[in-house]
């Protein structure tokens, strides 16, 4: 059961996020024990995006990370090559099997904007070609993309405590390529953003699979009910009401 604790409105919200998605994880990693195994799609290189990298090497998580753009998946590959606990794949997930150009800034357009995100790669070459990119900034290559159901069948995995959702604006695709209520997840996070025709999607999907959706800086969440717990000794220290502890008089 969701209660109502009254109005909160901190004058800076977004210093929030961060904290409430170090929660979550901490949560799923208490629900289950610590044995956590995890399923990204769009993993990026692996050392930036969601703080998931100190959970396999100090807190025993597993998974398999998907990554399309070929120099992200060999940064990811790099980072894990030592892993035993974590599987990478350089492919990319749609509701079809298909080859399909994925567009990302080429190395010469990267040095030429440098303030431009580093790896970001979408098959919507439109959400690459931002204001002030030239066209021969931005490199397509084809790379081949399959269903979630088929890789979770080709690798016998009918159960994960953390799906997480990266898709450049592929994201609904992704959803509804594989049954999200059979595989079980405590926690979904799917990037997402508002006000989008995909976003509608997105929050659908998670509705139709139990999953009560909330929404945390640019990520979707999907936490399944009465499942997650956040300690009350953990929240209390963040808002700093230990005792003797300095209050935050600037929220």
Same mark, same amino acid.
């Given at each position: ?107 010469? /357009?990267? $040095?030429? %904007? =440098?303030? #431009? ?5 979408? &098959?919507?070459?439109? *959400? ?93 969440? /999907?936490? $399944?009910? %009465? =499942?997650? #717990? ?5 929240? &209390?220290?963040?808002? *700093? ?11």
């Amino acid at each position: 059961m969701i209660r109502d604790l009254g109005p909160y409105v901190p004058k800076r919200a977004h210093k929030l996020d961060a904290p409430i998605l170090t929660m979550l994880l901490n949560g799923v990693h208490d629900h289950h024990r610590g044995q956590v195994f995890v399923v990204q799609v769009g993993a990026g290189n692996g050392a930036t995006g969601l703080p998931l990298l100190p959970r396999f090497r100090d807190h025993g998580w597993s998974g398999l990370l998907i990554e399309p753009q070929p120099q992200n998946f060999a940064q990811l590959d790099a980072l894990h090559a030592n892993g035993e606990r974590v599987a990478v794949l350089n492919l990319g997930i749609s509701d079809i099997s298909a080859n399909l150009p994925l567009h990302s800034l080429s190395a010469e /357009g990267e $040095a030429r %904007n =440098r303030r #431009a995100p580093r790896g970001r790669a979408s &098959l919507i070459r439109d *959400r690459i070609a931002t204001p002030g990119i030239r066209p021969d900034d931005i490199a397509s290559t084809e790379v081949p993309f399959l269903r979630m159901d088929t890789v979770l069948a080709e690798l016998g995995i009918d159960s994960v405590q953390l799906l997480a959702v990266n898709a450049g604006g592929h994201e609904a695709q992704v959803l509804s390529s594989f049954d999200l209520a059979a595989l079980n997840p405590s926690l979904v996070l799917v990037q997402s953003t508002p006000g989008t025709a995909a976003d509608d999607a997105c929050t659908t999907a998670l509705t139709a699979a139990s999953l009560h959706p909330f929404r945390i800086a640019g990520w979707l969440a /999907g936490l $399944a009910p %009465n =499942r997650l #717990a956040v300690p009350l000794e953990e929240l &209390l220290t963040f808002f *700093r009401k230990g005792l003797g502890a300095p209050q935050d008089t600037e929220e």
